[in-house]
């Protein structure tokens, strides 16, 4: 029952619809002890000879009466009650959908998408059961047979009402044993759901790594495995759950037996009647559902209870990085001020940063470099305001970026991820992510700068061409050229490219890099690369390792210091030599 009171906020807020659905199944209990009531009446009638056609007509109008009624009352109670609890499942999507968009990257980190998915789809499927199936058997159990007991009791024979109702105790405790039983298998058979969900997931995403690999046959081996535990721990609750409706049969047939053996014993003594007996009967039939609908509730309610657990524990994730009171409701922009003395990324033991300090002014252009894991992408992680914890202080414009709200900090930031993530759209929709109401003609003027242009109008759909899921059906420097361009369009005070001109040629990436300084010539852009072509422009470059800045300059005065930066483009100038043929030159 701990359900119940759990959702007590959603059922006083939907107070008016459960009352109203409650009362209409109160009333269809009232109303379903009429007939038999009648059919009593009906055989001790013809038992005495005083049945006519009058008489019979009256006893079918008043059934066909309440027939209706009970139609009308039963429609609307299912509209109250199953509506409420659609209802209830909006609310919970969109809860964990905001909460799901309000947490950092160290949330994803943590936790698989699959299971996140399945406690958006599973776990709120079984609590929108027990606000809807849930409190129907709970109420109509308790009213129909309240009911129907007191029927049997008050308007037939008490002593035999007695007698039927000895055989009910160990239902109670056989249910409740069940119930407990089936809750901890419940929450072990949603697990195994949410690691086979995951598991499709990452699959589905990564199917031509697996093809490439020819794994096809140990990834389904896998899959297997998973499917196969999903329908073992889910047959462990079906086993449970089937123990539910034999056992009520048996107390149902229990007290059918007792009833009706002493039933003919108090007509034998002439305390009974053969209608009452017969009417007798059937009120202990109208007591199947709610005995069948007892047993039911402890399996949804143990569901319910075991999901609305899972998610109560998603949501008190508290959500790491948020607005302060009274943050600052503008875009910033102005100079870009990186002073961290120390930082580390949550559950790590070593330094990401430290020590990293730049001053990059309004329409500078940055270039990182550094060998991979050497602290570039925890730079603009932490620009991005997707981490905190560090030692120092980060300003853009005359404002830590802590004063801002993260809204209005990241509407001036265009990011480009290594990671190139498209929707399953169009490429206009893609590239007018932002603003899906943008005309065609600024749309293209962002795609020439990014030049992808070209690339599109190639398509045969052009910038209609739906790019499948995550720009399946697209290269590598085709999703780099629509990610900056998506970036582009945003206008952004700050652009940030992480390692964004990988995937295209040399040419190309002169050619990117020249209409972004052109478009751009006011706004800041900050490019890390490997590539060092990328970053020879750039006013100020800082060479990273280990976490720090080990040197800082521009080009020319890195060339003429002969460290690492040197040396590194020594390398990559000889890699062009084998490849074109032709001589190092020194700068």
Do not use: C
């Amino acid at each position: 029952m701990k359900v119940f009171f759990k959702l007590n906020w959603f059922f006083k807020l939907r107070k008016k619809e459960y009352v109203i659905g409650l009362t209409m199944l109160a009333l269809v209990a009232i109303l379903n002890l009429i007939p038999p009531k009648v059919i009593g009446y009906v055989i001790d009638e013809m038992g005495s000879g005083e049945l006519s056609p009058r008489s019979l007509a009256k006893w079918i109008g008043i059934i066909v009466a309440v027939a209706i009624l009970i139609y009308i009352m039963r429609y609307y109670w299912r509209r109250m009650i199953f509506g409420s609890s659609n209802y209830l499942a909006k609310i919970l999507r969109q809860k964990l959908f905001r909460h799901f968009t309000n947490m950092s990257p160290s949330f994803y980190q943590q936790r698989r998408v699959g299971d996140l998915m399945a406690h958006a789809t599973n776990d709120i499927a079984a609590v929108q059961q027990t606000a809807g199936g849930g409190v129907l058997t709970l109420f109509d159990s308790v009213t129909t047979g309240g009911f129907v007991i007191l029927a049997m009791a008050f308007t037939i024979d008490w002593r035999l009402t007695l007698i039927a109702l000895i055989p009910m105790p160990l239902m109670a405790v056989s249910t409740s044993y069940y119930g407990k039983l089936l809750h901890s298998r419940f929450r072990e058979a949603q697990a195994a759901f949410s690691d086979l969900n995951d598991k499709t997931q990452e699959s589905i995403s990564g199917i031509k790594v697996i093809k490439t690999f020819g794994q096809q046959e140990e990834d389904t081996a896998d899959f297997t495995r998973l499917s196969n535990d999903v329908v073992d721990k889910n047959m462990k609750v079906a086993r449970i759950d089937s123990l539910f409706d034999p056992t009520i049969s048996l107390v149902i047939g229990l007290s059918f037996m007792l009833s009706l053996g002493f039933g003919a014993k108090f007509i034998y003594e002439d305390t009974m009647t053969i209608g009452d007996l017969v009417a007798f009967n059937t009120y202990l039939g109208l007591l199947v559902w709610p005995m069948l609908a007892f047993g039911m509730l402890f399996n949804i309610m143990e569901r319910g209870s075991a999901s609305y657990y899972r998610i109560e524990q998603l949501l008190s994730v508290p959500v790491e990085i948020d607005d302060m009171v009274d943050a600052l409701d503008v875009k910033p922009n102005g100079d870009i001020l990186f002073d961290i003395q120390q930082f580390k990324f949550p559950g790590d033991q070593a330094n990401a940063l430290h020590n990293v300090h730049f001053m990059l002014k309004r329409g500078e252009t940055l270039g990182i470099v550094g060998k991979t894991g050497s602290g570039k992408t925890a730079i603009l992680k932490l620009l991005l305001r997707e981490f905190e914890g560090y030692t120092g202080e980060i300003k853009f414009g005359s404002h830590s970026i802590a004063q801002y709200k993260k809204q209005r900090l990241r509407e001036s930031i265009g990011y480009v991820p290594q990671d190139h993530f498209l929707f399953s759209a169009s490429i206009f929709e893609n590239i007018a992510f932002n603003n899906p109401n943008e005309k065609m003609e600024q749309v293209e003027r962002i795609a020439r700068i990014a030049h992808i242009h070209e690339d599109i109008l190639r398509f045969s759909e052009g910038y209609e061409t739906v790019v499948g899921e995550r720009g399946v059906s697209l290269s590598g420097g085709q999703k780099q050229r629509i990610s900056i361009a998506r970036a582009l369009m945003l206008n952004p005070e700050l652009l940030i490219l992480d390692d964004s001109l990988s995937a295209v040629d040399a040419k190309t990436e002169e050619a990117i890099l020249k209409s972004l300084k052109e478009a751009r010539e006011d706004a800041t852009t900050i490019i890390t690369s490997h590539r060092l072509s990328a970053i020879e422009h750039a006013h100020l470059i800082i060479v990273m390792h280990e976490g720090t800045i080990v040197e800082k300059g521009s080009h020319n005065e890195l060339m003429s210091l002969r460290g690492k930066y040197f040396e590194m483009y020594q390398l990559q100038q000889l890699e062009r030599l084998v490849e074109k043929g032709g001589e190092v030159n020194e700068k």
